[in-house]
């Protein structure tokens, strides 16, 4: 009885010793927070009549210098809410794993973020975005003003989750000093990137993303798609395993293993792509709009006005680009879900998006914008009515809230096909089998 | 009266009670809650599976949104629909609302219901899962979803076999409306083992772990060949030791995702100066080798482990060393024992203890390698260099799937366990070796 007794005694102490520190721990956090409010009501009194809000804004690394001036328009704009902007990992699955940590303990640390194209039905799914509709009605914004595609990646089980906020696909670059007439096929690119490789002072005919990432699923699907095949049909049926496909997959192994991409080309992300186009080292390159801007950087780039951009080369099935791009979300448990839409709209709406456009290099999802006199100005490409052509018709990644887990069954497998350790049949059966498990659980 | 006292005994157990529960509360709660995480099918993102539930439960956040809109839109089929369509839609109206009254039967239920409504008027989350979560009857919810689905098919094929677009169209939103409330209706999703059963015949897993495996023994080979030899030379007296002591102990310092992004520059291969040098060495066939093949990226990864963690095994080596007598090597060579001989027959048997040990540590930290192989090579190239943590990963947070990642961290600790058992039994049968002699 006595040694129940003491027990009993260190156990009460060590439970409130751990209480006093949850209390401490709890009593700080209220401190901070009433300080806060203390401050921002001062602010209130001397500036505005309305209070001040602070919305926290996350994203991935932004190179370009456009999103502060985003925001800098925005609080200049709606001077009663702040905006606090947080940086995320470039790499996109890094991006999305920390949203899902932080959105699954349901935080409401970050107000509104943006999305990559894929995670829309993943998040809307598990209840981490706050849908948009009763917003976008009481607004009047109308979607048939923005491009169908877009607007449809942001969309799940009849509801709108995300806004559009810039578009992307898959572009063909070329060196226009190099190159007269470019490449219509994926048969003539590799004539031609073998041929002209090394003139100029190149080193490789092309530059891809083939790395074990979300940027090899996007390579490795227009490749599918111009050669006629793909991975999940419209009836939600997995439909990877035909004879496209593996055909695909083998001209993909074709350029891989030649001898005019890097020989490090299994570790090429965008980046990498990036800074070997802008040191001149390469003729062609598949990357996304965005490395125009770079491309035309006097500071940066050794290939100022040498970069013609084209659509990427067709197979039997003709040619076909990879829908990217980013939504605007916002957080399910924001505490100011008012201020974020505000900023939302801002951000999505003409005048944001024509900041991300002319700043930023990053195509518009709103189509009026494309007939902007500065919006035009800013890129060829966006005057560039083919251009324009190959956004609208872009093929979207499979749709569906286990997207991460069918990208990583992709990856894992292309890569292997890539590396030699699978046949081009191989990886296409494996592909097959395994989202058909993936999709059945 | 005796004043209230501990024996000895007591008082011994008394001390280390504390402790117990700490250790209960940090180690083995933890593992504990992974071993039950993994019977359930259970994953965050699917709202459906996102809680453990050994019965029957109820959504109310979902199911009280949705009912919202229910009444409203069969209200509106019934007045746009004609002939037995409308007995239809009016009899589904009804039984719907009979099933909600018995639902609400529940006093429980019904207060709830009514806090959830007003919180969804003003797009207040819910976040309380007691609030959000009931349970409820399980007959009760297996009729309720049931019923559900096959309104929503009777409506789905009065939608197909309807010409009027518009009148058709509205249909089949009723028709989703209601297949999507009968999924916030949520089964039990406890599934015993099979989740175990599913990595036994994974064939990824076996070669997560395969990789983890030979990524241990190698690396740590390595290491305590290397760690030996640097802890043997730091341990003679010269000028500068503690210069040099001091500077082998770098790498260790370095955080492990910085030291991984370094040697990320130094492999690459166009500008990577290791890369370069092995290739003019000859050691690779060329210096894109090192991050682009399954080979080459598990040599990178083991060459940066080695790299990072020899020192670790030096420092305890050399703990061990400095307990060796030196009278013992002065007798030896009084006796005529070359160096090597000393090193054979005294250095390493009063070492064993030492090198168990610091191989426990080390073989245990390798088989939970994650942040080095994330950061350098993510698993890649052809998943070559997936460890079985990374895979943990990747289900865990990538895929929220929480069951089927708590089976992979409970294979993780099992393989800890079997490690830790092994190596403490020879370090254990070596000390009471060492006490019989």
């Given at each position: 009885m006595k040694l129940w007794k003491s027990a009993l005694v260190s156990f009460g102490l060590l439970l409130l010793v751990l209480f006093l520190a949850a209390c401490s721990g709890g009593n700080e956090e209220t401190t901070d927070d009433s300080g806060n409010t203390d401050t921002d009501t001062e602010t209130t009194d001397e500036n505005t009549e309305e209070e001040k809000v602070t919305i926290v804004y996350a994203r991935g690394v932004d190179t370009t210098g456009a999103n502060e001036k985003l925001v800098a328009a925005f609080e200049e704009a709606h001077p009663n809410i702040d905006v606090e902007f947080r940086e995320m990992p470039a790499d996109t699955g890094q991006q999305h794993d920390q949203y899902v940590t932080a959105f699954s303990a349901q935080s409401a640390e970050i107000d509104v973020f943006d999305a990559d194209v894929i995670w829309p039905a993943e998040f809307a799914q598990a209840n981490y975005a706050l849908e948009l509709d009763r917003f976008i009605e009481a607004d009047g914004i109308n979607m048939d003003d923005y491009f169908p595609g877009a607007v449809a990646a942001g969309k799940f089980n009849g509801k709108q989750w995300a806004m559009p906020k810039f578009t992307d696909a898959g572009m063909l670059y070329y060196r226009t000093d190099i190159v007269d007439t470019p490449p219509k096929t994926w048969d003539e690119l590799i004539e031609q990137a073998s041929s002209l490789n090394g003139e100029a002072g190149t080193q490789f005919g092309y530059l891809m993303q083939a790395a074990q990432y979300e940027g090899l699923v996007c390579n490795a699907i227009e490749f599918i798609a111009s050669y006629g095949g793909q991975i999940i049909n419209e009836n939600n049926e997995v439909v990877a395993n035909s004879p496209e496909t593996v055909k695909a997959i083998k001209k993909m192994q074709e350029i891989v293993g030649s001898d005019f991409v890097p020989d490090n080309i299994l570790n090429f992300m965008e980046t990498e792509t990036e800074t070997a186009w802008i040191e001149g080292q390469a003729v062609f390159a598949r990357n996304w709009p965005y490395m125009q801007a770079s491309s035309n950087d006097t500071e940066r780039s050794k290939v100022v006005d040498n970069v013609g951009i084209t659509t990427l080369p067709a197979g039997d099935a003709g040619s076909a680009a990879t829908l990217g791009g980013w939504m605007t979300m916002i957080n399910r448990y924001s505490e100011h879900p008012e201020a974020a839409w505000e900023f939302?709209?801002?951000?999505?709406?003409?005048?944001?998006?024509?900041?991300?456009?002319?700043?930023?290099g990053s195509a518009p999802t709103l189509k009026a914008l494309y007939d902007d006199a500065e919006v035009q100005e800013a890129s060829p490409l966006f005057a560039n009515p083919e251009f324009v052509k190959v956004l609208e018709a872009a093929v979207p990644r499979p749709v569906t809230p286990i997207y991460p887990e069918i990208s990583d069954i992709l990856q894992i497998e292309l890569s292997k096909a890539l590396t030699g350790d699978q046949t081009a049949e191989d990886a296409a059966a494996n592909i097959q089998t395994k989202i058909e498990e993936a999709m059945s659980e | 009266m005796k004043k209230f006292q501990l024996n000895e005994k007591q008082l011994g157990y008394a001390m280390v009670i504390p402790?117990?529960?700490?250790?209960?509360?940090?180690?083995?709660?933890?593992?504990?809650?992974?071993?039950?995480?993994?019977?359930?099918?259970?994953?965050?993102?699917?709202?459906?599976?996102?809680?453990?539930?050994?019965?029957?439960?109820?959504?109310?956040?979902?199911?009280?949104?949705?009912?919202?809109?229910?009444?409203?839109?069969?209200?509106?089929?019934?007045?746009?629909?004609?002939?037995?369509?409308?007995?239809?839609?009016?009899?589904?109206?009804?039984?719907?609302?009979?099933?909600?009254?018995e639902l609400l039967s529940d006093d429980q239920i019904k207060k709830d219901i009514a806090i959830i409504d007003e919180m969804l008027m003003k797009y207040q989350p819910v976040t309380d899962s007691e609030l959000k979560y009931q349970q409820i009857d399980n007959d009760f919810a297996v009729d309720y979803r049931q019923a559900l689905q096959s309104y929503q098919e009777d409506l789905t094929a009065i939608a197909e076999s309807t010409s009027d677009d518009q009148l058709s169209d509205q249909f089949e939103q009723t028709a989703g409306l209601l297949g999507a409330t009968s999924n916030t209706i949520l089964k039990s999703n406890f599934i015993g083992l099979d989740n175990y059963v599913k990595y036994f015949k994974d064939k990824r897993m076996w070669q997560s772990l395969w990789n983890t495996t030979f990524f241990t023994i190698i690396s740590v080979g390595f290491e305590l060949v290397l760690g030996l030899a640097i802890?043997?030379?730091?341990?003679?007296?010269?000028?500068?030791?503690?210069l040099i002591r001091a500077s082998v102990l770098i790498p260790w310092a370095i955080p492990t995702a910085v030291a991984a992004m370094m040697w990320g520059f130094l492999y690459d291969g166009q500008s990577g100066i290791v890369g370069h040098y092995l290739e003019v060495l000859n050691i690779i066939p060329d210096a894109s080798w090192l991050l682009s093949t399954s080979d080459g990226a598990m040599?990178?990864?083991?060459?940066?482990?080695?790299?990072?963690?020899?020192?670790?095994?030096?420092?305890?080596?050399?703990?061990?060393?400095?307990?060796?007598?030196?009278?013992?090597?002065?007798?030896?060579?009084?006796?005529?024992?070359?160096?090597?001989?000393?090193?054979?027959?005294?250095?390493?048997?009063?070492?064993?203890?030492?090198i168990l040990v610091a191989l426990l540590f080390r073989t245990l930290d390798a088989f939970r390698v994650f942040d080095l192989i994330y950061v350098l090579t993510g698993g890649g190239p052809a998943n070559a260099t997936e460890s079985i943590s990374i895979y943990a990963y990747e289900t865990l947070f990538a895929q929220q799937n929480f069951g089927e990642g708590s089976v992979l961290s409970v294979i993780v600790f099992i393989c800890v366990a079997i490690i830790s058992i092994i190596y403490v039994k020879l370090i254990g049968s070596e000390l009471i070796s060492g006490k019989t002699r």
């Open positions: 939302v709209k801002f951000m999505t709406g003409a005048e944001g998006q024509k900041i991300t456009a002319t700043e930023g | 402790s117990l529960i700490l250790v209960f509360v940090v180690t083995l709660w933890p593992v504990a809650q992974s071993m039950w995480n993994s019977l359930f099918d259970y994953r965050l993102n699917d709202p459906t599976r996102s809680q453990k539930m050994l019965d029957a439960n109820i959504d109310l956040e979902r199911y009280a949104d949705n009912y919202f809109y229910i009444g409203n839109q069969l209200e509106a089929l019934a007045s746009s629909a004609s002939g037995e369509n409308t007995e239809k839609v009016k009899d589904i109206q009804q039984n719907i609302e009979s099933y909600h009254e802890a043997l030379l730091i341990n003679r007296a010269f000028k500068g030791r503690g040599f990178s990864v083991i060459l940066a482990d080695v790299w990072k963690t020899t020192p670790y095994m030096a420092l305890l080596l050399l703990a061990g060393l400095q307990t060796i007598p030196m009278s013992l090597y002065e007798a030896a060579s009084v006796d005529g024992a070359t160096k090597t001989q000393q090193f054979w027959s005294i250095t390493l048997p009063l070492l064993k203890s030492s």
